[in-house]
């Protein structure tokens, strides 16, 4: 391998006329407050004062930045970044923080200077802009690099929020109060007396400063290798990072559009609208889903392995996953709007409610349900009935019985492999049908259900179970009143024994029912039989049957809150109203025990 090293400044490399190009196959700036904060105190740290009293920076060796380019060659100005893109971008993003803090104290020509390291000047006069990104862009541009900042600019991804994120860390500390604060605690009452401007060229030459080892290599062959195995002063590489790369360096082609860029970020930004999701997990269950159940740590030598190395099956691969990617939005974010037919909106409830469970194993299976349903290998009745399975099995085994999703990822797997590889509705059924019925061995017992059930509590106080304490009483009303003509998304949860009560009962399923704010109001803490009159002017039908029945109750103690809540769990269990008989809501009502 032949490469150069050579020991410089931050100073001696952003004062050379070059531009530093993030190549496409570089994972995105993802450095967080942990990151941020370990090199902001590491600067300061280093600022000391001399033995005239001056604040001034000493040598901190910031790593190693490895570029690809041929370091003799003055005519091509470029170079790329293979190691150190992640420092590179915070330090252009704190020189942009430095010149807005010497602007904003009207010195415009150390503001000037200090910009002059984000956007230089080539030999004839033209700017430089020495950082270039292109996955940022054009956030990264108009709200860090250029001189009158764009402030109205709003981040739209993971990596735009990172960098926004790392700009409000160095506005933070680089205001007059903080940055005061944090040198005296390393300097002393010496820093009291000291210009704010001082205090801010002090930082500004402490970056210069810092020394990095300057490695350039000619050839992006030898480039890659680094780029697996360099990782200094950063996070881990991802599977993705790698696997990305792998990609990037085959499907090389950028004229007249690089597709392979252009395909990742169409994929990066589908799985960016999933809040709170990355790339790395929806990887991870897209594999799991096409090819092979594996840890994350596999993926890379599974994908080396399974996916042939040329430039047709990397393209094919790509589209794949782009294709994917879409599916998967859908899945992580259901919206009403993907699903507007009448034939297709149970799908975005029965999606919406294992969301709302916090399960994403399931998107193993789910996945390869939503693309037999196009290609047409099941229907959507069939979709739709897997899928309210799918509701009801994690509903018990994971929203109730808190057993682990885990234990059916592989499951998952193997059967979303088994249907993706069906070609026609007989074999799609057959495959559903032989994954339902295993699903159907591993369902909890009625006990075991009741006594998890019976642990559901919601108050005020206790917020921990209210999704899945709204998902029953959402479901129970559909259940009574065999129809969704009345919505109960917008339903307020009512303690019919008050919160205000010392009975520890009072947060069970079975003294809870939903209602609209207004009745739910004027009910307050009324007492049982005022709040039986209320109840009946509700529209929803689960409250009228509850009126009704125990119309000649004139107490709600905690022997009914623990009957109904029984009553419940076997109408959750069954997915259906059990009716009652005479004898039964007798049980319930009057049990002549003293009230708690």
């Given amino acids: 391998m032949d490469f150069k090293a050579t020991p410089r400044t931050v100073r001696d490399m952003l004062n050379l006329k070059r531009k530093y190009v993030i190549p496409r196959f570089q994972r995105e700036y993802s450095w967080t407050n942990d990151e941020l904060n370990e090199l902001w105190n590491d600067l300061l740290e280093n600022i000391v004062i001399n033995s005239e009293g001056k604040l001034v920076p000493q040598e901190y060796f910031l790593g190693s930045i490895v570029l690809v380019g041929d370091d003799e060659d003055s005519t091509d100005i470029t170079r790329q970044v293979v190691d150190g893109q992640q420092r590179l971008m915070t330090i252009t993003i704190m020189f942009s923080v430095l010149a807005q803090k010497f602007r904003a104290i009207n010195e415009n020509g150390l503001s000037n200077i200090v910009h002059k390291f984000i956007i230089g000047e080539d030999e004839n006069g033209d700017p430089i802009t020495k950082l270039v990104s292109e996955t940022p862009k054009p956030f990264f541009q108009f709200r860090i690099q250029q001189k009158e900042i764009d402030f109205s600019q709003v981040p739209t991804t993971k990596e735009e929020t990172a960098i926004l994120n790392t700009y409000n860390f160095f506005d933070n ?28 060229k002090v930082v500004r030459d402490q970056v210069l400063s810092c020394k990095v080892i300057y490695v350039t290599v000619k050839s992006f062959d030898d480039a890659y290798q680094i780029f697996e195995v360099l990782n200094a002063k950063g996070k881990e590489l991802e599977p993705t990072d790698i696997i990305k790369n792998n990609i990037f360096a085959l499907l090389d082609s950028t004229e007249p559009v690089d597709t392979a860029f252009e395909k ?22 897209f594999w799991l889903s096409k090819y092979s159940f594996v840890t994350s740590k596999k993926l890379v030598s599974e994908f080396n392995r399974r ?3 040329t430039q047709e099956a990397y393209s094919a691969f790509l589209d794949e996953l782009e294709n994917s990617s879409k599916i998967y939005l ?3 974010q259901p919206k009403e709007s993907d699903w507007r037919s009448i034939e297709k909106k149970p799908i975005y409830e029965c999606l919406k409610n294992l969301n709302d469970f916090g399960i994403t194993q399931v998107r193993t299976i789910a996945m390869a349900l939503l693309e037999a349903e196009e290609k047409k290998t099941i ?6 009935d897997i899928l309210s399975y799918l509701e009801y099995f994690h509903f018990v085994f994971n929203a109730v019985c808190s057993l682990r999703a885990s234990a059916v990822e592989r499951k998952n797997s193997r059967f979303a492999r088994k249907l993706n590889k069906c070609t026609n509705k007989h074999d799609g059924n057959a495959c559903l049908g032989e994954y339902k019925k295993e699903l159907q061995s591993m369902l909890p017992s009625y006990e075991m259900f009741e006594e998890s059930f019976m642990k559901l ?21 559909y259940y ?37 704010q207004s009745i739910n109001s004027s009910s307050g803490d009324d007492d049982f039989t005022k709040k039986l009159e209320d109840y009946k002017k509700s529209r929803y039908q689960s409250v ?8 000649a109750t004139s107490k709600w103690r905690k022997e009914e809150i623990i009957n109904r809540t029984k009553y419940l769990a076997k109408c959750m269990y069954e997915r259906k109203v059990i009716a009652q008989s005479e004898d039964e809501s007798n049980t319930i009502t009057s049990d002549p025990q003293v009230e708690s």
């Fill in 330 to 332: 859908k899945i992580s």
């Fill in 264 to 285: 990742w970020k169409i994929i990066r930004d589908n799985i960016a609208d999933d809040k709170g999701g990355d790339i790395k997990t929806f990887y991870r269950y």
């Fill in 173 to 200: 500390c680089l205001s007059e109060t903080k940055l005061r604060k944090e040198i005296l605690k390393d300097n002393g009452e010496t820093v009291m007396s000291e210009p704010y401007v001082d205090l801010l």
């Fill in 544 to 551: 009228v049957n509850f009126s009704k029945q125990f119309s």
């Fill in 379 to 384: 229907s959507n009745k069939k979709l739709v």
């Fill in 307 to 309: 996916v042939p190395k």
């Fill in 457 to 477: 509590y919601y108050t005020q106080a206790e917020t921990s179970d209210k999704k899945v304490v709204q998902y029953i009483l959402r479901t129970y009303e």
């Fill in 480 to 516: 009574c009143a065999g129809t969704d003509e009345v919505a109960v998304a917008n339903m307020t949860v009512e303690h019919i024994l008050p919160e205000s009560t010392s009975v520890p009962e009072v947060g069970y399923m079975g003294n809870l029912l939903p209602l609209g």
